[in-house]
């Protein structure tokens, strides 16, 4: 926690190109995603008892990456969509280059958005990504998961954006 504190506050204190970054970029109450069709308020009860749901959903997933981006916690999602597109890549050349982005971004030690996953599953995944294969963030991925689903899936109920939605 102290070291999300500690990247947030160095990105805050870096020195801005122009006036423009003054401007906070985050509102107060999450925006609503556009493209995606809203859901029914039937559909979006159905999120509070499966991040699973909510995830395939894409407004769902947008209204949750929004609310997570709004409190700064926006990694473990954008870490499990990454390696949901990981899953889907078929040419051998292009699973490297994302299984290294993925890693550089949301794995290694310091990464901009680092995840928080134990030594084990760190280790695990490392040894995997030596010959990247569709599997090789799935250990990673399931502990995201459980951890989102455990932590943020709460949050993001409690949350006015998706009290309206089920209204």
């Known amino acids: 926690r102290a070291k999300e504190i500690k990247t947030k506050l160095g ?19 999450p925006e609503k995603p556009p493209k995606a069709q809203k859901p029914s308020p039937e559909e ?16 769902g997933l947008a209204s949750f990456l929004s609310f997570l981006r709004s409190e700064f916690s926006e990694e473990n999602a954008e870490f499990w969509v990454a390696c949901e597109d990981y899953k889907k890549t078929k040419s051998p050349g292009k ?6 982005k993925i890693y550089e971004e949301f794995i290694q030690t310091e990464a901009p958005k680092e995840v928080n996953i134990d030594h084990f599953t760190k280790a695990v995944t490392m040894k995997n990504l030596v010959e990247p294969s569709p599997t090789s963030f799935d250990m990673a991925q399931k ?15 409690r949350s006015e954006f998706y009290q309206e939605l089920i209204k």
Do not use: G
């Not at 979006?44 to 407004?59: H, M, T, V």
């Not at 699973?95 to 290294?100: D, V």
């Open 11 to 29: 990105t805050l204190l870096q020195k801005p190109d122009s006036t423009i970054d003054f401007i906070i970029p985050y509102p107060e109450k």
């Open 95 to 100: 699973m490297t280059e994302k299984a290294k």
């Open 143 to 157: 502990r995201i998961f459980a951890l989102m689903e455990k932590d943020s899936l709460p949050r993001f109920v």
């Open 44 to 59: 979006a009860l159905q999120w509070r008892d499966s991040l699973e749901k909510l995830l395939q959903n894409p407004y």
